[in-house]
């Protein structure tokens, strides 16, 4: 098929959405994001620790990644073919509800557009979530961390790739703007009041500013 959207077998999910999500994947995004929490979405009985724990950790992933949607985690998405292809559904790692946070982060570190859309979910009224806090959180953790650090590791080969593909006149081009700009910050600051400020810099100061940088 041309989209794939993973789809609750306890109809917490509207059927109606699955509708919407295609229409908004049609329109050229990788993942259209279903969101219960932007105008229009709804979360009808959603347990107050979930509710916590979901909203720290989306606002953590979206510092990370930079991306701007509000429900991150929802498995209720729609994912054009293309994007799995490009992700490579044989090379998961997750083995749990931690593919909610796979399966589109990668989808963005290389590179497809995403939208969101305003879905409603609805709590179980009978059964239990397999879905356990306690045990869940370790491996979002480190699925997480993972792939922050492959996305940050594939921007820099790029970042690299590029800077060694441009010609040496651009090169030396940009090495003398950048001292131009050096010599341009401590002419308009007081050069010893700078040189007093960094030495007066701790090791631990130094490395967390490089780090920064």
């Keep these: ?11 917490s ?62 498995a209720f998405k729609c994912y054009r073919r293309d994007a799995l292809d490009a992700i490579g559904i044989d090379g998961l790692e997750s083995d749990g509800f931690e593919i909610t946070v796979e399966l589109p982060l990668k989808a963005h570190i290389a590179g497809f557009s995403s939208i969101e859309v305003p879905v409603t979910w609805h709590g179980r009224k009978r059964g239990e979530s397999k879905l356990n806090l306690g045990k869940s959180a370790p491996a979002y953790g480190k699925r997480l961390l ?16 590029e800077t060694v593909s441009i010609s040496r006149l651009r090169l030396l081009g940009s090495l003398l703007v950048g001292a131009l700009m050096l010599v341009a910050m401590f002419f308009f600051l007081d050069f010893s009041e700078v040189s007093s400020a960094l030495s007066r810099m701790t090791v631990g100061l130094w490395i967390l500013a490089c780090s920064a940088i």
Excluded at 48 to 60: E, G, P, Q, T, V
Excluded at 146 to 161: D, T
């Design 1 to 11: 098929g041309q989209f794939v959207i993973p789809f609750m077998g306890d109809l």
């Design 13 to 74: 999910d509207e059927p109606g959405d699955l509708v919407k999500l295609a229409s908004a994947a049609n329109q050229g995004y990788g993942v259209a994001y279903g969101s219960r929490f932007i105008p229009g979405g709804k979360a009808l009985d959603y347990p107050s620790a979930k509710f916590i724990a979901n909203r720290a950790y989306n606002r953590l992933v979206g510092l990370l990644f930079g991306l701007p949607h509000r429900d991150i985690t929802n």
């Design 146 to 161: 993972s792939l922050f650090i492959r996305g940050n590791l594939l921007a820099l080969r790029e970042l690299l790739s």
